[in-house]
T-cell receptor
Framework: EPEVTQTPSHQVTQMGQEVILRCVPI?????FYWYRQILGQKVEFLVS????????KSEIFDDQFSVERPDGSNFTLKIRSTKLEDSAMYFC??????????FGPGTRLTVT | AQKVTQAQTEISVVEKEDVTLDCVYE???????LFWYKQPPSGELVFLIR??????QNEISGRYSWNFQKSTSSFNFTITASQVVDSAVYFC????????????FGKGTTLSVSS
């Protein structure tokens, strides 16, 4: 069964460093998303991406964040200058339509 | 405003007990979708069910069943004869035109099933 994959599973970085989280969505899906979950809290929407551009973004998704689909398979989330409060689990998701989003296993980002 | 409320923070049951997880949603849209996701201790989010606002039929899938009631804006989830492997955090989520492409999640209910 096709699934969304994410790498790395765990990333540790120092405050102020740039990080890139990578995702490979399900191959025939058209919509791509990033969500984050601070430890013990609910899952929050960051951004959606369709037709090679951002469809929507939340207030959390400020200028420090960017997304890219550099080739036909990868979908990345970049955080330019990480802060302690960026520590969270980051989930990538993809879908054929905007409904029934399938999530990857997540990347745990720890900012020290 | 779009909102999902899962009032039960934690539930503990013994194996074979039935358990119901509550979900109440708010939206002004007439067309919307409701979802349940499971997050086991390993951390991934597993899609369980999607229900649209025009389909109020209850659904049963094995030991899982869902009760959607528009009159009370609720979409409750019942696990029959719970098992230890059901231990997880369960999230209810909403999507509607106002929310756009975003899934709006509740805070989750942690279910612990002991043997």
């Amino acid at each position: 069964e096709p699934e969304v994959t994410q790498t790395p599973s765990h990333q540790v970085t120092q405050m102020g460093q740039e990080v890139i989280l990578r995702c490979v969505p399900i191959s025939n899906h058209l919509y791509f998303y990033w969500y984050r979950q601070i430890l013990g809290q609910k899952v929050e929407f960051l951004v959606s991406f369709y037709n090679n551009e951002i469809s929507e973004k939340s207030e959390i998704f400020d200028d420090q964040f960017s997304v890219e689909r550099p080739d036909g398979s990868n979908f990345t989330l970049k955080i330019r200058s990480t802060k302690l409060e960026d520590s969270a689990m980051y989930f990538c998701a993809s879908s054929v339509t905007i409904y029934e989003q399938y999530f990857g296993p997540g990347t745990r980002l720890t900012v020290t | 405003a779009q909102k999902v409320t899962q009032a039960q923070t934690e539930i503990s049951v013994v194996e074979k007990e039935d358990v119901t997880l509550d979900c109440v949603y708010e939206t002004r849209d007439t067309t919307y979708y409701l979802f349940w996701y499971k997050q086991p201790p390993s951390g991934e989010l597993v899609f369980l069910i999607r229900r649209n606002s025009f389909d109020e039929q209850n659904e049963i899938s094995g030991r899982y069943s869902w009760n959607f009631q528009k009159s009370t804006s609720s979409f409750n989830f019942t696990i029959t004869a719970s098992q230890v492997v059901d231990s997880a955090v369960y999230f209810c989520a909403l999507n509607s035109n106002q929310a756009g492409t975003a899934l709006i999640f509740g805070k989750g209910t942690t279910l612990s099933v002991s043997s």
